[in-house]
């Protein structure tokens, strides 16, 4: 890896019009933008179009967590006081890692009414990165409850309501445990994934319950020293085999997003050999990374100055990256998390 990589150098201008508020109607309608590595070469063309860039024997890894409703808002049982919850990451039982907002009052010992009284909860503890443990208590089962008070946690710059919460999910969403959605996969449909299949491309399912690093901005102007929050995956041995089987009879890896590029690349011994794994990852991947597994990626458009934007600019050289996007701002492209796709392929 690179000893310095400067923050400011992954600054681009976005117009606020062009950041997707809505999904559109079909999933797969979006726009793809094809960047080849090799001759530097930018195409344009449509979702669907994803199916003539792979080949049969190529292992096509998707990320198959479900996010929760992980946004809840109650009152302090003392004051009534508004206070609003975004659940991380379950550190066990009923204990979970959270971000509050106002964060600064919301103190060890605190208790929190949801819902009527329908869920109730204390803080614990205040960590070091301003996160709160709370423990829950209530009457039943503690998904239901969610399901019925919480919220999809849409990032900030979606303001718009989502009037359904499938949309931020993708159609293969299994393991419940998201604070976010691995966007790159919403626009697949299961049609899709039968054309796709039907091409002899084989589709191994990773998972990885993406937290806190995917609102976390980047504020070191020497990014290496950026502290990435850790997440947790896991990978079944069959799926681990997928994998390892298509590389060695020499298909290529295509990771959808950036999540499932993380979990593959964090579980890959330095010989390019996956394991199957469970556990918690950290990883950066900026500039100088030197990728294990991934030889493709499907991706959105990423924030200015964002660990995404830098794991992309990884894989495909930040010059090249950049212009593509100051490409697809000129030509009108969707961003974020309902916009529109990039593949970065050969």
Same mark, same amino acid.
């Given at each position: 890896?690179?000893?310095?990589?400067?923050?400011?150098?992954?600054?681009?201008?976005?117009?606020?019009?062009?950041?997707?508020?809505?999904?559109?109607?079909?999933?797969?309608?979006?726009?793809?933008?094809?960047?080849?590595?090799?001759?530097?070469?930018?195409?344009?063309?449509?979702?669907?179009?994803?199916?003539?860039?792979?080949?049969?024997?190529?292992?096509?890894?998707?990320?198959?967590?479900?996010?929760?409703?992980?946004?809840?808002?109650?009152?302090?049982?003392?004051?009534?006081?508004?206070?609003?919850?975004?659940?991380?990451?379950?550190?066990?039982?009923?204990?979970?890692?959270?971000?509050?907002?106002?964060?600064?009052?919301?103190?060890?010992?605190?208790?929190? %009414?949801?819902?009527?009284?329908?869920?109730?909860?204390?803080?614990?503890?205040?960590?070091?990165?301003?996160?709160?443990?709370?423990?829950?208590?209530?009457?039943?089962?503690?998904?239901?409850?969610?399901?019925?008070?919480?919220?999809?946690?849409?990032?900030?710059?979606?303001?718009?309501?989502?009037?359904?919460?499938?949309?931020?999910?993708? %159609?293969?969403?299994?393991?419940?445990?998201?604070?976010?959605?691995?966007?790159?996969?919403?626009?697949?449909?299961?049609?899709?994934?039968?054309?796709?299949?039907?091409?002899?491309?084989?589709?191994?399912?990773?998972?990885?319950?993406?937290?806190?690093?995917?609102?976390?901005?980047?504020?070191?102007?020497?990014?290496?020293?950026?502290?990435?929050?850790?997440?947790?995956?896991?990978?079944?041995?069959?799926?681990?085999?997928?994998?390892?089987?298509?590389?060695?009879?020499?298909?290529?890896?295509?990771? %959808?997003?950036?999540?499932?590029?993380?979990?593959?690349?964090?579980?890959?011994?330095?010989?390019?050999?996956?394991?199957?794994?469970?556990?918690?990852?950290?990883?950066?991947?900026?500039?100088?990374?030197?990728?294990?597994?991934?030889?493709?990626?499907?991706?959105?458009?990423?924030?200015?100055?964002?660990?995404?934007?830098?794991?992309?600019?990884?894989?495909?050289?930040?010059?090249?990256?950049?212009?593509?996007?100051?490409?697809?701002?000129?030509?009108?492209?969707?961003?974020?998390?309902?916009?529109?796709?990039?593949?970065?392929?050969?």
């Amino acid at each position: 890896m690179e000893e310095s990589v400067k923050t400011s150098d992954f600054y681009f201008e976005l117009p606020k019009e062009q950041i997707a508020q809505d999904p559109l109607a079909d999933r797969s309608a979006s726009r793809l933008m094809v960047l080849h590595k090799k001759t530097r070469e930018i195409e344009h063309r449509v979702f669907t179009d994803i199916v003539h860039y792979l080949e049969a024997g190529d292992c096509l890894v998707r990320n198959n967590t479900k996010v929760i409703p992980a946004r809840l808002f109650g009152t302090k049982e003392e004051t009534g006081a508004a206070i609003e919850f975004l659940l991380l990451k379950r550190r066990s039982g009923d204990t979970w890692e959270t971000l509050v907002k106002p964060g600064k009052k919301a103190r060890p010992g605190t208790r929190i %009414v949801f819902g009527g009284g329908l869920l109730r909860g204390e803080i614990t503890a205040a960590l070091e990165d301003g996160t709160r443990l709370i423990r829950f208590f209530y009457d039943g089962i503690f998904e239901e409850i969610l399901d019925e008070l919480g919220q999809m946690p849409l990032p900030p710059y979606i303001t718009h309501k989502l009037e359904d919460k499938n949309r931020y999910q993708t %159609v293969y969403a299994r393991y419940d445990g998201s604070a976010a959605a691995p966007t790159a996969g919403l626009h697949f449909t299961e049609d899709l994934f039968r054309r796709i299949e039907e091409k002899g491309v084989i589709v191994a399912n990773v998972t990885l319950h993406v937290g806190l690093g995917t609102f976390r901005p980047v504020k070191e102007e020497d990014a290496s020293k950026h502290h990435m929050h850790s997440e947790h995956y896991f990978i079944e041995p069959g799926e681990a085999e997928k994998i390892n089987r298509a590389r060695r009879e020499g298909g290529r890896i295509v990771c %959808v997003g950036t999540t499932s590029c993380r979990t593959v690349e964090s579980a890959a011994d330095e010989n390019g050999l996956l394991r199957a794994a469970r556990g918690d990852t950290d990883i950066f991947i900026y500039p100088g990374y030197q990728f294990r597994i991934t030889d493709a990626l499907l991706t959105n458009f990423h924030l200015p100055e964002s660990t995404l934007l830098m794991l992309v600019s990884a894989l495909a050289g930040r010059e090249f990256i950049l212009r593509a996007y100051e490409e697809a701002v000129r030509e009108g492209y969707r961003f974020f998390s309902f916009g529109d796709a990039m593949l970065i392929t050969d």
